[in-house]
C-alpha cells in the first residue's frame, strides 16, 4: 500500500474529505466522536501530512538542509566532516530539528537541490559550506528567501549571516612557527582553489614570504584526498632542492603525507617537518604524531545549529559570530631543520602575538 491519503481515511472511517481535513487541522465542524473516530484511523493507517500541504498552512517541516558538493568518497573518511555532522545534530536535536544531508557532483547540482527543497518545503533552512570565491550560490538563496547560514567568511555571503574563523590568522601562526625554527623552504599542499578559506591560507603564506625570509613558499592546489595529497607530496619531496616543511590543508593528507615521507626514506621532523590545519584522532596516533591547528569542530557545528535556528526562529536577527581562531598544538612532527626528532613526546601551543 502507498502513502494514506485524505481519501483513504475518509473511506475507511466512512465521512467525507471535508470532515477528514477539519479533524485532522483540529478546526470546528464535526462532532468530537467523529473527530476521535477521524484521528484513530490515521493513526491506524500511520497518516502523516505531506510537507508541502503542511507547509501551506503555515507548520514548518522540522528539518534543515545541508548539501555539499564534494566527491562522497573524500567526505567519507575526513574527520572534520564526521566531527562538523556530529555536532550539528546535536545542536538540532535540543530542538528535535532533523539534518537531511545530500551529497552532489558540483555547485549547479547543489542549487538545483535548494530549489527543490524550498518549492517543496521540505527544510525550514539551510547550511552552506565550502564558500567559494564568486559563490553564486549567495544569490540563489537569498531569493528563495529560506533562512540559512554560512560556515566561512569573512564577508562575500550578501545578507546571509556567517560563523568563521580566521583562516588567514591561523595560517600565519603555522608559517611563522615554522620560520621560527629555521625553516626557509615551505610547501602548502592545499583545498580546491575555488574556496576562499584556500584563497585566505594562500594568501596568508605568499604575503608572508618575504617579511620572514623565505626562500621559497610555493601552494599546491589539491581536493584533500589523500591519494593527490601522497602523490603531491612525492612530486615535492622528489625535487632536488625540496622543502624543509609542508602544511596540508587536511588531517588526512598529512597523514598520506607522512606516509610518502617514510617510503622515500626522509626523515620526519629530521628533514622535513609536518604540520596540519586538521586535528583530530588521526593526527595524534601516528608516529611522530603531527603538529596542528586545533579547534573544538564538535563545538563548531553546535554554534552553526544554533546559528541557523535562531535565524529560522526571528528572520533577519542573526550577525555573523566569529569563533576562535584555532590554536597551533606542538607535537613530534617538526622541528629545527637538520636536527633528529625528540627523543619522547612533545605537545604545547604556539600563537603569534
Known amino acids: 500500500m502507498g502513502r494514506p491519503t485524505i481519501a483513504d481515511i475518509a473511506r475507511q472511517a466512512g465521512v467525507s474529505k471535508g470532515a477528514v481535513s477539519f479533524a485532522l487541522n483540529g478546526r470546528p465542524g464535526v ?5 476521535e473516530r477521524i484521528l484513530l484511523v490515521a493513526e491506524e493507517m500511520n497518516w502523516r501530512p505531506h510537507s508541502a500541504a503542511r507547509a501551506l498552512g503555515g507548520a514548518r517541516s522540522g528539518a534543515v538542509g545541508l548539501v555539499i558538493a564534494r566527491p562522497a568518497r573524500t567526505i567519507g573518511v575526513e574527520p572534520f566532516f564526521a566531527q562538523l555532522l556530529s555536532g550539528l545534530q546535536a545542536g538540532l536535536s535540543a530542538r528535535a530539528v532533523a ?16 530549489r527543490r527543497w524550498a518549492s517543496e518545503h521540505r527544510v525550514d533552512g539551510f547550511i552552506v559550506v565550502d564558500l567559494k570565491v564568486r559563490d553564486e550560490r549567495v544569490e540563489v538563496l537569498e531569493r528563495l528567501g529560506v533562512p540559512a547560514v554560512v560556515l566561512g567568511g569573512p564577508g562575500r555571503h550578501g545578507t546571509l549571516p556567517s560563523v568563521w574563523a580566521d583562516d588567514r590568522e591561523a595560517m600565519l601562526s603555522i608559517v611563522h612557527y615554522l620560520a621560527a625554527l629555521g625553516h626557509r623552504r615551505i610547501a602548502h599542499l592545499a583545498g580546491l582553489p575555488s574556496f576562499r578559506h584556500t584563497q585566505r591560507r594562500i594568501r596568508a603564506l605568499r604575503d608572508s614570504a618575504r617579511s620572514l625570509g623565505l626562500i621559497e613558499a610555493v601552494s599546491v592546489p589539491t581536493d584533500f584526498s589523500d591519494s593527490e ?3 603531491a607530496t612525492r612530486r615535492l619531496l622528489a625535487q632536488p632542492q625540496r622543502p624543509t616543511a609542508i602544511v596540508y590543508d587536511s588531517d588526512v593528507m598529512a597523514v598520506a603525507g607522512l606516509g610518502v615521507a617514510t617510503e622515500m626514506g626522509v626523515p620526519v621532523p629530521g628533514e622535513l617537518s609536518i604540520v ?11 608516529h611522530p604524531a603531527l603538529t596542528a591547528l586545533s579547534r573544538d569542530t564538535f563545538a563548531l557545528g553546535e554554534q552553526v545549529a544554533r546559528q541557523l535556528l535562531t535565524a529560522i526562529d526571528a528572520p533577519g536577527t542573526v550577525r555573523d559570530l566569529q569563533t576562535p581562531t584555532p590554536l597551533l598544538t606542538v607535537r613530534e612532527s617538526t622541528g629545527r631543520p637538520g636536527e633528529p626528532g625528540p627523543s619522547g ?3 604545547r601551543s ?3 602575538t
Open 31 to 35: 462532532s468530537e466522536a467523529t473527530r
Open 99 to 114: 539534518l537531511q544531508l545530500l551529497v552532489v557532483e558540483d555547485t549547479a547540482a547543489e542549487i538545483e537541490v535548494y
Open 229 to 231: 595529497g601522497a602523490a
Open 276 to 286: 596540519s590545519f586538521d586535528d583530530s584522532v588521526l593526527a595524534r596516533i601516528v
Open 345 to 347: 613526546p612533545r605537545r
Open 350 to 352: 604556539w600563537q603569534t
